[in-house]
Structure formats: structure tokens, C-alpha cells
């Protein structure tokens, strides 16, 4: 499923994925730029989250409430071992039935054996975007 959007309306890019996902786990994939965590910021919020949602490149895991569950937010980028996901307890996380979106997932992709949906989102120019959502 495709879906184009402009920045102006991202509300809508989270309706749209929050009425076709299959699963709590969100793998979000694109560029660098391509608005990956602003999508997820606005998903949050549209969560019931009043946190402070902000990359988390440095710390690899955030964490918001909404309330009624956790939201992780992992960014995985900069990660090169599988073990440094096992010491902050990435793959518990997986396994729980709080909402989970990860950026940069393609490490890990092959080591969720939970269903998933993935978006790739693509830059059509400056203030449109397409993303592709995909249920595993």
C-alpha cells in the first residue's frame, strides 16, 4: 500500500498507518532526511504521548508514555553488534505488547519472528513524501 503526503500533512500519514497495520511493531526505512522521525513523533503524539519525542541516535532506545502502554523508539543506526541490543533489552521489548518503532531496522529485521509492518519512505521533493507500508 502507497500513500503521498506533504509535511503539512502528516496527521494523515498517521491515519493511514495506524488503519493498516497488522502489528505494534513498526520498522520505519528511507534515507537519512526523509522524515522518519518526525513521522514517528507525530504517531506518538497521536498515541496520547506528551513526551518530548526526539531521535534516539545517541541513546539507540527512547521511551515514552502514552498512559496505557510504553512506547519504544529505537533508532538503530549506529549499532554494529547484535549484543549491544541484548544489553538494553531490545529483544524483550520485541516481545512485549507495547508499540515499538525502530528506525534503521535491517540488522535486526531477520531476527523479529513477530509479525511486523514496515514503511519506506521516500522523498518525492522537498515537501512530499511516499510511503510504502508493508505487512510481514
Do not use: M, Q, V
Given at each position: 500500500m502507497t500513500f503521498l503526503y506533504s509535511l503539512s500533512e502528516i496527521n494523515k500519514a498517521s491515519k493511514f498507518?495506524?488503519?493498516?497495520?497488522d502489528s505494534n511493531i513498526?520498522?520505519?526505512?528511507?534515507?537519512?532526511?526523509?522524515?522518519?522521525?518526525?513521522?514517528?513523533k507525530n504517531l506518538c503524539y497521536e498515541l496520547g504521548s506528551i513526551d518530548n519525542v526526539s531521535s534516539p541516535t545517541f541513546p539507540i532506545l527512547n521511551i515514552?508514555?502514552?498512559?496505557?502502554?510504553?512506547?519504544?523508539?529505537?533508532d538503530l543506526y549506529r549499532i554494529e553488534n547484535?549484543?549491544?541490543?541484548?544489553?538494553?533489552?531490545?529483544f524483550d521489548i520485541v516481545n512485549t505488547n507495547d508499540w515499538l518503532f525502530v528506525e534503521w531496522p535491517k540488522k535486526i529485521i531477520n531476527l523479529i519472528?513477530?509479525?511486523?509492518?514496515k514503511v519506506n519512505i521516500n522523498i518525492v521533493n522537498?515537501?512530499?513524501?511516499?510511503?510504502?507500508l508493508i505487512n510481514k
Open positions: 498507518i495506524f488503519d493498516n497495520i513498526i520498522l520505519f526505512e528511507g534515507d537519512l532526511g526523509t522524515g522518519k522521525t518526525t513521522l514517528i515514552y508514555d502514552n498512559k496505557k502502554t510504553k512506547i519504544y523508539h529505537a547484535i549484543n549491544d541490543l541484548n544489553e538494553i533489552g531490545f519472528d513477530k509479525p511486523y509492518s522537498e515537501n512530499k513524501r511516499t510511503l510504502e
